[in-house]
């Protein structure tokens, strides 16, 4: 049987990071004098490489001052880290559900919208550091939705696209999957509704953690 390989994004799918990256979004707009988008809205651009979602939440603002914003939101969000009020708590179930993949002989690997620095103290903070193979984030290629991060963790870890599969909540994550050739698991319990995961290409959805090794199963013909 062939190595297979479970891609799972970070923010809205391991863990429900939605009030830090929404606090520190606000400050980082307040910090250049503009008026903070609303939580829904920022919900919205998660997944998207930062500079992107920026962007994406002020389209009327030249690109130095989405680069001044940005940097406002990564002081901010350091500053909440260092305060201890970063709050990013694991899904109930996600840890069962990666024994589960684990224990049935998949690699594991995380594409994320984070830079690499947020990913790992994210990973350490719930001690799953050692349990993925491949990490891709925003800092080291083009993020979501472009292939890019799909196909450096196949070309590290020798998986055939058919043999990967990503899972993430959304549609950042299902077209990144489809513009790579690999299938895609929605989960619900994130921040796209499920009928725009299905729309951009979701294979089938999750509404718990513990759906995903059977799901991923399914996918890969286990």
């Known amino acids: 049987m062939?190595?297979?390989?479970?891609?799972?994004?970070?923010?809205g799918t391991l863990v429900d990071s939605q009030h830090a990256i929404v606090g520190a979004m606000t400050a980082g707009f307040m910090?250049?004098?503009?008026?903070?988008?609303?939580?829904?809205?920022?919900?919205?651009?998660?997944?998207?490489?930062?500079?992107?979602?920026?962007a994406a939440l002020a389209p009327h603002l030249p690109a130095v001052r989405h680069e001044r914003v940005a940097e406002a939101y990564k002081d901010a969000h350091l500053a909440a880290r260092g305060a201890g009020a970063s709050l990013e708590p694991l899904f109930e179930g996600?840890?069962?559900?990666?024994?589960?993949?684990?224990?049935?002989?998949?690699?594991?690997?995380?594409?994320?919208?984070?830079g690499s620095r947020g990913l790992r103290h994210t990973l350490d903070l719930h001690g799953l550091a050692g349990r993925f193979v491949t990490l891709q984030t925003s800092d080291l290629?083009?993020?979501?939705?472009?292939?890019?991060?799909?196909?450096r963790a196949l070309a590290e870890t020798g998986v055939a696209p058919a043999d990967a599969v990503v899972v993430g909540d959304t549609s950042f994550d299902m077209l990144m999957a489809a513009n790579a050739g690999v299938a895609a698991i929605?989960?619900?319990?994130?921040?796209?509704?499920?009928?725009?995961?299905?729309?951009?290409?979701?294979?089938?959805?999750?509404?718990?953690?513990?759906?995903?090794?059977?799901?991923?199963?399914?996918?890969?013909?286990?």
């Open 141 to 151: 290629c083009p993020g979501k939705p472009r292939p890019d991060m799909v196909l």
């Open 31 to 54: 910090a250049e004098g503009l008026d903070p988008p609303s939580a829904a809205l920022v919900r919205r651009i998660v997944g998207l490489p930062l500079v992107e979602a920026v």
């Open 186 to 222: 929605g989960v619900t319990w994130g921040y796209h509704p499920p009928d725009e995961l299905t729309a951009t290409g979701a294979r089938c959805l999750v509404d718990a953690p513990d759906g995903i090794p059977s799901a991923v199963a399914r996918l890969l013909g286990a």
């Open 2 to 11: 062939p190595l297979c390989l479970v891609i799972f994004d970070c923010d």
């Open 94 to 114: 996600i840890a069962q559900a990666l024994d589960a993949l684990d224990g049935a002989g998949h690699l594991l690997g995380v594409a994320t919208g984070k």
